[in-house]
Nanobody, 127 residues
Framework: QVQLVESGGGLVQAGDSLRLSCAAS????????LGWFRQAPMTEREFVAA????????YYGDSVKGRFTISRENAKNKAYLQMNNLTPEDTAVYYC????????????????????WGQGTQVTVSS
């Protein structure tokens, strides 16, 4: 049974940093691209970042480029999202997700439906 578990969310002030983690189990982690998505109330889910299975390719949404960094440690079955210079507009529930296949990190950037989702972690940024 595949499980993705996010952690690291919380309440911070504008300008602060947070690091989200995604722990995966029940799959061969390196065979899957890993993506982060977010959804704020009354909005559609938004692509944040994705990383290929090897970690060699990364992609970012325009709103987070230059502030967020995605990474992964395949030996630990974990992925991370380092978020710097947070703003209130970053407030959302953040989800990690995985997708298998060639060019799957790019596919997640195009909002291709992932194979598996985590339950989400809340990030709240106060002004």
């Amino acid at each position: 049974q595949v499980q993705l578990v996010e952690s690291g969310g919380g309440l911070v002030q504008a300008g602060d940093s947070l690091r989200l983690s995604c722990a995966a189990s029940g799959l061969t982690f390196s065979n899957y691209a890993l993506g982060w998505f977010r959804q704020a109330p009354m909005t559609e889910r938004e692509f944040v970042a994705a990383i290929s299975g090897s970690g060699g390719s990364t992609y970012y949404g325009d709103s987070v480029k230059g502030r967020f960094t995605i990474s992964r440690e395949n030996a630990k079955n974990k992925a991370y999202l380092q978020m710097n210079n947070l703003t209130p507009e970053d407030t959302a529930v953040y989800y990690c997700a995985t997708l298998r296949g060639a060019y799957s990190a790019q596919a997640m950037r195009r909002m291709t439906t992932p194979d598996y989702w985590g339950q989400g972690t809340q990030v709240t940024v106060s002004s």
